[in-house]
T-cell receptor
Framework: DTGVSQNPRHKITKRGQNVTFRCDPI?????LYWYRQTLGQGPEFLTY????????KSRLLSDRFSAERPKGSFSTLEIQRTEQGDSAMYLC?????????????FGPGTRLTVL | AQTVTQSQPEMSVQEAETVTLSCTYD???????LFWYKQPPSRQMILVIR??????QNATENRFSVNFQKAAKSFSLKISDSQLGDAAMYFC?????????????FGKGTKLSVKP
């Protein structure tokens, strides 16, 4: 069990470019979450998957954002036509449903800087 | 809508002393879950302690304990015998469905410094 991993760890892009982030959850976890954390704020929920199904999306997830989890394993988060306001840390977390005593395990995040 | 408020942006404690971080929340639900997460500098967020709202007994995990006041919607974290490794951002979080099954709603965090 290697924990939740995210790649890349840092991404610098120019405004208007598209970017894609990847999250690999803990192997037996069926739920995968994406959060966004801006400077001085706590993480804000974006979306989550149960297996390959995207079950909930926050209003923060504009139409420029799309997330997939095609085989119920890793997930990608794509931002099209990036804006400076998209600069943030993007966190992924995973969990296993069925026991409320389980918790979400977070990855190290991908820090996006839009110039 | 549920909200979580942490009114202390920064706190400082002397090594080996005790510190309490405050958290209040707003919800109309009767069953929910509360959490404290720790985010060390440039490292990933980890769970410190959790509390189920239906349990009256306050949760404890080694040097970490909570004071859960359901009627007051208050959920404070006490760190005893503070260590240098406790220095981090601490986030209070709320979930309606339990940590494994629902999205978390976070406060803005409290930055804890530990002085040697």
């Amino acid at each position: 069990d290697t924990g939740v991993s995210q790649n890349p760890r840092h991404k610098i892009t120019k405004r208007g470019q598209n970017v894609t982030f990847r999250c690999d959850p803990i192997s037996e976890h069926n739920r995968l979450y994406w959060y966004r954390q801006t400077l001085g704020q706590g993480p804000e929920f974006l979306t989550y998957f149960q297996n390959e199904a995207q079950l909930e999306k926050s209003r923060l997830l504009s139409d420029r954002f799309s997330a997939e989890r095609p085989k119920g394993s890793f997930s990608t988060l794509e931002i099209q036509r990036t804006e400076q306001g998209d600069s943030a840390m993007y966190l992924c977390a995973s969990s296993r449903t069925g026991r409320t005593t389980d918790t979400q395990y977070f990855g190290p995040g991908t820090r996006l800087t839009v110039l | 809508a549920q909200t979580v408020t942490q009114s202390q942006p920064e706190m400082s404690v002397q090594e080996a002393e005790t510190v309490t971080l405050s958290c209040t929340y707003d919800t109309s639900e009767s069953d929910y879950y509360l959490f404290w997460y720790k985010q060390p500098p440039s490292r990933q967020m980890i769970l410190v302690i959790r509390q189920e709202a239906y349990k009256q007994q306050n949760a404890t995990e080694n040097r970490f304990s909570v004071n859960f006041q359901k009627a007051a919607k208050s959920f404070s974290l006490k760190i005893s015998d503070s260590q240098l490794g406790d220095a981090a951002m601490y986030f209070c979080a709320y979930s309606l469905e339990g940590g494994s099954q629902g999205n978390l709603i976070f406060g803005k965090g409290t930055k804890l410094s530990v002085k040697p």
